[in-house]
Each structure stands twice: as C-alpha cells, then as structure tokens.
C-alpha cells in the first residue's frame, strides 16, 4: 500500500479525518507496519506507551482489571486508535490490549509521533476538541444518572437480604425456580402467603442475573395512583419511573391491591412490551414507547387476568412454612446469627426440645412471625448459652392446649409400651387361650349364669369393667381384643401356607356403608338377646362370641390388616363411639412428622431405623399425625414402636375436647348411639313392668319382638321430638343439624349404660368363687361372697345418672355454642330420658 492509499485509508477508517493532507501524510509516512498473532498481549495497563498504534485489520480487545468486581471487556475493530490521549499528556496506558485474531497493526513509534504532533499543532487541537465533546457527554451523562437516581433512589432494592435456607425438597425446588428465571429476561410472577420473603426471592432473581448491574425498583401497588402516572409518566411532562429505570427490573409488591384500571395497563405491557404516558382528558393520545425494564410481580394468590392469558414467562410459588418444617433449624440458626451479630452478643445453642416445638406449630405469619418469635427469645433468655422450650412460650395452638405428654412424665410407662410384652406377648401369651378356654365352658358347661363362671364373666365382668374403661383409657380393649386376635393369627397361617397378596381397603365404599353394617349387626344382636335370654344361656353366649370371631377371620383371609376393626366390628364401632369422650389419646407432633420423617413407617411399616423397632405399620391405617378422632385408633402403640423420631405421644388431654374441637359428625354414629341409649330400656322390660304397672306380655314372641324394638327407638323419638320443637321456635335463624347436636346425649349414654351393669357388677362380680366351684362340678358351701348393699348399688347408679346428665349439659354447650335457653328443648329431653332411666334402672 503506497502513501497516498495510506492517507485514504486513515481519513475513511479512523478518527482522524479532520486533519490536513499534510498532517495525515506525516502520520501515513511514518507508519511501520507489523503482524501479529492471535491470544497476544499488544499493550500492558498502568505502563507508559512505546508507540501509537493503529488497528489495520483483525481485532483486538481491551479491558482493566479490578479488584471489586469482573473486568468489563471492550471490542476494537479496525480503525481504533490506541494511545492518543496518553501520548499527547504523558500518562501511562489505562487498559490492556489483546489479540482476539491475527492483527496487523501499524506502528509509529512514541518520539516519532511526538514529533511529528508538535510539528503540526492541529493534531491536538483535534485531541483538545474531542476531548471537550467527550466531557459534554460525560457531564450530561451524569446529570441524567443524576435525575434517574433521584427519581428512583426512595424505591431502590439496594441487596439481597438473604438466599434460600433449608435443605427440604421445598427449598431446592424454589432455589431451581430462581436459578431458571435468572437466566433470562421473562417477566416473573412469585405468590404465596405473607411473610414468605417474596420480595426478597425477586432480589435474588435480579441479582443473580447478568442484569445485576442494572437498578432493581419495588412499588407497593396499593400506594399507586389508578391513572398509573408514577409507572408510566405524564405526555409531555414529568417522565415515569419505567422511562428512568431503563433496563432495570421493576419489581410490583401486591399486585393483588392493584387498582382494575391499572391492572388492565399492566395487561397491555406484558402482552405487548409497550406502554402509553398518561395525558389530560381531550388531549391527543400520545405514541407508545418501549419498556425496556423487566416486570416483576408479587402477590399472595395467582391472578386470573394474568394466569389465563399465559402472560408470565416464570410463576413461581414461594411454599408456606408449615410445609418447610425441615427447614425450620437452619432458619432459626440464621436468625440466631443475624441477630446475635448485630448486637454483639455470643450465639447461644438451640436445644432440640425447641426445635421440635417449634416445628409443632404451624406458623401462620411464617418467616415473619419466626424472625420475630426467636429475636423475642434471645432477648427473654438473657444471655444463657441455650434456649429451651420455655422460651418459646407463644408456640402453642388451642388444639394442643391442656395436654401432658404420660411418655414423657413417666419414662416406664414408654418403656413398656414399647416392649414386647405390649400387646403381643399378652395377647398371644394369655388371651388366645384364655378365650378359647372361655367359649369352651360356655359351649360345654352348665347353661346357667350362677352355675358358670364364663357366663358370670361375660355379663358381670366384663361389661362393667369395659364401660368404666372407657373414659380413662378410650378403646384400648381393642388392642387386647380376641375376635382380632384369631383373625391376625388366621391372617399369618394363610399367608404362609398360600402366599398371595390380601386385598386392598375400597376406603370411600367401606367409609360409607360400613358403619350402617355394624349398626345393623348391633340391632340384630340386641334383640336376640333379649328375645333369646343370652345373658342367661351359656351356649348361645358362647355362639355370639363364636360368630363375632369368625367375622374377624373371613375379613382378615380377605382383606389385609384390621379391615374388619376398622369398619364392620360392632363392639369396635361401641368402643370407637365412647372413646371420644376419654381423658387420653394418642397423637403425633405433626411438626416433627412432617419435617423429619420420610419413611412413614408408623402408618407403612418398614424396617428398624434407629430407635424405631420393625414392625408391620398401624393395623387401622391411621397416620398418629393426621388423628383427630379417638375412634380411628386401637392404642396397640405400633406408631409408638416404629417410630425413630420420638414423635409419638400419649397425652392426658380434657374429656371429650375432640367433639367440640375436630370432630366430624357421622349420621351412623349417632344411630348407634341411641342404639345403645335403647339398649337401656330393653334390658329392664321387666322393670318397666313392675314399674308402671303394665302388662306387656313379654312370654309371646311376637309381641315381645315388637315392645323390644319400641324400647330401642324411645331414646332417639323424644330426641328428635325436642329437636324438632327446637326448630320450630327458633324459625328466624339456622339451628344447628341434629346430627352433631346429638352428640351432646353421648355421656348420657354412657352412664345409663354404666348404670345399668354396675348392678350385675356389684353383686354377681363378688360371687365369682362359689360360682367358678360350681362350674366344676363341686360344692359351693362356706366359699366366701362379696355382694354389696342395695342402696350402695342405687346411690353408685344414681351419683352415676346425676355426672353423666351434667355432663351431657356441658357437653352441649361447647358443641353448639349457643346461649342456655335455646337449647332448652334438648335439655328437656334430658331431663325425660334420665328421668326414665332413673326410674327403671334406680327406682324412686
């Protein structure tokens, strides 16, 4: 290339196109030029410059390196020149330059081109010149970044406050979702309930993207005006904040309080990425501009004009608390930190106690509320080295209010419930032969009650002894009981002799028809002992307990675990019906279950781990966690056993609280239980004879079919007759259904019940001696009788009759939750119903 091509070249391709022919055929003269390879380093930052160079072709990259942040790297193409400024004012190189490809460069050394500058003064004109312009634009660069700082400085997210905590499925699943909507520029919906820290995972998005250099702005929506100026500034007038944030990520907090006319211009700018200033009313519409920021949104739900029209690139749902409960240590341990640091204090330890009790609760105001609660703590527990649970007074929910772990308050009592002796070594160690040794005397001994001590111990022992149970220990009898016990051990045999897989639980058809079976089964079994005088003959006794049995075995050949405890069972729906109303239960801190547990061995059954022991998982297919209901559980303390975690409790709790707390009414149930209110005066028709002096004719079958099903119904006709006149005076508001009132009679029923047996257990109980020797064949003459009084009997069914009714009364109150008097036609029916029981069953 000769001179005057050079000089061409210099004034086409570089910036010095304003100097004279004579000045540019100096610099073209003076040109030596030189080839370069690719990945090499041209000019060193922070040296003193050899040479001007010129880029003839290829291309270079410079950047200067920092100490605080990445470099930021610039591209040369050809015609860039290097060294100018620091040739002309001595300084040494700001960046370094390298070789991105092959270059040829040319050179004109530093004395050369100092001299040739001084020979021809215009050069640094031309520099002085560009350089002024460079500072104008420096200058209203800065006054525009200026204005746009002050205009978005009172909405600036500065930082990040902090990232995802906690290792639970939840936690990674939300660091995913903020990692993939980092990596592009969509708009992002994040939703969930308050005190997530939503706005702070939007941070973390804008942060962690390569717009992190960019301003981040957020906007509580409900301060916004409805016309939106703020947004998208006025026509003509003040610009708007998404005019200032350029590129930034403009973040909306609550955009469920957005007002509707807005929403619908937020509609428009998602759809089309454009916006329109606001104007006065008659002027023109103005041309829309661009938006160039990113939309952001945070709400509490998913709005539906947004869902719909699939105008979020990313919705992302933050999970609430309560489902983190794994996660809830390592939040307290930051919050322990953050706040200990910042006050200067040492970190005290957090004993494991707290955090189960912490994981128990449910956290309503989620991380807001647990920020607060343990900053409250450190203050409360000044300056120990470890905060218990006491410290963490406020976590307690009404649902667990009242209640004393008897695991925790008497370790025996949990080591032998978690021995082998509970129930298993009793149950196949006694019972299995105790009964069959039961049954047998009543199939082969003498037929009647004062000559056979099985039959004295069916009717005498144990329906007395099973009733007053009931309210200390709920439906433990259950886990003791032999029908299940032959059914489990027919179960096993089967298995090992044909191996096949029993059938599953049909829950939804069971749940529906299965208590109306067992309630037919009851009826069924009321009225042929009485019509059949069971109670009197030992061999139909001992065929009821025969039939029970084997509905237990056929059940269990078919289905697998207790299906028939669990549904069809009459004694169970009784014991299931009266443990309600029981001073203990069985539950499981839902917090632990639920942040530490995955195998759920207490419901599946599994492997030991831990201090959890094998086991096969609940025989009823209830979870200790999810029980709400004393009915669904047998207390066999499987879960107790299987559990690794200590989560299971045994707690004494207020009689009856689940009634008025959890309870779910079930129409079954309550028919059973006037069932067994009827049941009362069906076993004192003989009574009810001599008492009102009627004549009933109870030797003819028929008739006597008839009176007994009357007796049955009594009960449950004045309930309904009371009910009935409830809603009639009570027309102007909606009483409650009779089928959760009626649960109110449940104590009633257990103490006329209670009443009725403690007469067979005060005087047949203590005969049990002479009685057994007669069974045997042997005299009964001179052996020793307790039998008591007649009075002590009367005063026992009456203190009895009096709790119960009262009971009931309470009972009432806390499950309606009405005032006195409107309740009054059911209290009436009380009153009528015990005073007929006291009457048939105490005499007046």
Known sequence: MDQAERITWLRQNTNLEALSEEALGAIAAAVQEDTIQENRRLVLEDTQPDALYILKSGRLESYRTSKNSLARALSLLPGSILHLKELLLDQPAEQTVITLSECVVWVIPRLEFLAIAQHYPEISQ???????????????????????????????????????????????????????????????????????????????????????????????????????????????????????????????????????????????????????????EGDPPPARRRCQARIMMVSEKVLP?????????????????????????????????????????????????????????????????????VERAILQANGAAELTEEVFWSVSTKAKRFRVNLLNLYPNLRKFLRSPWYPDRINYGFTLGFFAVVVAILMLGPQSRERNIALTFFWAWWWPLILVAFPFVGRIWCAFCPFMIYGELAQKVSLWLYPRKLLPWNRERAEKWGGWFLFGLFTLILLWEELWHLENTAYLSGCLLLLITAGA????????????CRYLCPIGGMNGLFAKLSVTELRAQQGICSATCTTYQCY????????????????????????????????????????????VEFNLRPP???????????????????????AVFLHRLPEIEGQFGWDLDLDHFGIHTGVSVL???????????????????????????????????????????????????????????????????????????????????????????IFAFWFSVFLTQKIARQPFWRLLPQYLAMVAIGSLIWKVVVGW
Not at 553 to 564: A, G, P
Not at 616 to 622: E, I, K, T
Not at 658 to 676: D, R, S
Request: net charge positive.
């Open 126 to 280: 031309i520099f002085s010149r560009q350089l002024a312009t460079e500072l104008d634009q420096v200058s209203a660069q800065l006054s525009y970044e200026r204005e746009r700082q002050t205009a978005l400085r009172p909405y600036l997210v500065p930082k990040v406050k902090r990232g995802i905590l906690g290792s639970s499925r939840y936690a990674a699943r939300l660091r995913q979702d903020i990692r993939k909507a980092s990596q592009d520029r969509k708009s992002v919906l994040i939703f969930g309930e308050p005190g997530l820290g939503k706005d702070n995972a939007a941070a973390l998005i804008h942060f962690g993207s390569r717009d992190r250099h960019e301003p981040m702005i957020k906007i509580n929506c409900d301060t916004l005006q409805a016309s939106g100026a703020e947004l998208f500034g006025r026509a003509g007038g003040k610009a708007g904040l998404i005019e200032w944030l350029g590129e930034g990520t403009l973040l909306l907090n609550n955009i469920q309080e957005l007002p509707p006319e807005l929403l619908d211009k937020l509609v428009k700018l998602l759809e089309t990425g454009e916006y329109t200033p606001v104007v006065r």
């Open 305 to 373: 004009a947004l869902e719909h029209k699939g105008l979020v690139g990313h919705i992302i749902k933050v999970p609430p608390l309560r489902v983190r409960k794994a996660d809830i240590e390592a939040q307290v341990q930051y919050y322990l930190s953050l706040f200990c640091r910042a006050r200067g204090l040492p970190k005290p330890k957090v004993a494991p106690e707290a955090i189960r009790r912490l994981q128990g609760y449910d956290f309503p105001g989620n991380l807001t509320e647990l920020e607060s609660l």
């Open 553 to 564: 075995v056929i059940f269990s050949l078919l289905f697998e675990r207790r299906f028939w």
């Open 604 to 647: 599946k059954g599994g492997p030991q781990k831990g201090e959890g022991m094998e086991t096969g998982g609940c025989p009823l297919y209830s979870h200790p966690a999810q029980l709400e209901d004393n009915r669904d559980c047998v207390l066999c303390m499987t879960c107790l056993k299987a559990c690794p975690h200590r989560s």
């Open 656 to 678: 009856g609280v689940e009634l008025w707390t959890t309870h779910k009414p079930l129409a079954y149930e309550v028919c059973l239980m006037f069932l067994l209110f009827g």
């Open 711 to 801: 007796a049955l119904m009594v009960p449950a006709a004045i309930a309904l007759l009371a009910h009935t006149f409830t809603r009639l005076t009570q027309q102007s508001s909606k009483p409650q259904p009779f089928v959760e009132l009626a649960y109110g009679y449940l104590p009633l029923v257990l103490g006329a019940n209670l009443a009725h047996y403690l007469r067979l257990g005060l005087t047949e109980m203590g005969r049990i001696i002479p009685v057994t020797f007669a069974t045997f064949g042997f005299g009964r003459a001179n052996l020793p009788v307790a039998v008591a009084h007649p009075a002590v009997v009367a005063f026992l069914q009456a203190v009895t009759l």
